[in-house]
């Protein structure tokens, strides 16, 4: 399995604070993903990242932010948490030589 | 938009019966698609890949076909056995930054 680890792996937070997430990789993948997973709508993507410093937003991007300073890390922030935003985030990683994604563990983040 | 479709009422069949999983994706022309499994409180992990070309493609008890007129991927288990007890989605793609993935649908093969 491709090496990647998240943290944490549970969150409880209140509305109205920033949450950041780590995805941290160890197999030097050009491309990281980070998606969120809700019963009934499946995997979604919130951004995407093609190398560091260069990300780019995905289809439910709103209220969220990135970054990646090292290849191996991947941030997400929630800048201000809502309910709505109570999830699992998952992490993804692609070499870029196929199209296959490696996933980390997941978060699971309750925002009350 | 796109739309993916999977079944969400859970399968379910019998160890040794070939478990058959569909795909349906609608405003959308992928060039390839992909099939995970996924589980329960786990990330999902890839299983195949088979692009717009390619009608059929095999991996050990697994068989995946590609039919771009119905806009439609069968996933095959042949020989189930309750390890393969899981939810599998399928994920249509263009390219390496806009992937979407089906809810999944859940596998229950009973002993």
């Known amino acids: 399995d491709a090496g990647i680890t998240q943290s944490p792996r549970h969150k409880v937070t209140e509305t109205g604070t920033p949450v950041t997430l780590r995805c941290h990789q160890t197999?030097?993948?050009?491309?990281m993903y980070w998606y969120r997973q809700d019963p009934g709508h499946g995997l979604r993507l919130i951004h995407y990242?093609?190398?560091?410093?260069?990300?780019d937003k995905g289809e439910v991007s709103d209220g969220y932010s990135v970054s990646r300073s090292k290849t191996e890390d991947f941030l997400l922030t929630l800048e201000s948490a809502t309910s709505s935003q109570t999830s699992v985030y998952f992490c993804?990683?692609?070499?870029?030589?196929?199209?296959?994604?490696?996933f980390g563990p997941g978060t699971r983040l309750t925002v009350t | 938009s796109q739309k993916i479709e999977q079944n969400s009422e859970a399968l379910n069949i019998q160890e040794g019966k070939t478990a058959t999983l569909t795909c349906n994706y609608t405003?959308?022309?992928?060039?390839?698609l992909q099939w995970y499994r996924q589980d329960p409180g786990r990330g999902p992990v890839f299983l195949l890949l088979?692009?717009?070309?390619?009608k059929e493609k095999r991996k050990e008890r697994l068989k995946v076909t590609f039919d771009t007129t119905l806009k439609q991927s069968l996933f095959h288990i042949t020989a189930s056995q309750p390890a393969d007890s899981a939810t599998y989605l399928c994920?249509?793609?263009?390219?390496?930054?806009?992937?979407?993935f089906g809810s999944g649908t859940k596998l229950n093969v009973k002993p």
């Open positions: 993804a990683t692609s070499d870029g030589a196929g199209y296959e994604q490696y």
């Open positions: 197999e030097n993948h050009r491309y």
């Open positions: 990242s093609y190398g560091v410093k260069d990300t």
């Open positions: 405003n959308y022309s992928p060039a390839y």
């Open positions: 088979i692009r717009e070309n390619e």
């Open positions: 994920a249509p793609g263009n390219n390496f930054n806009k992937f979407y």
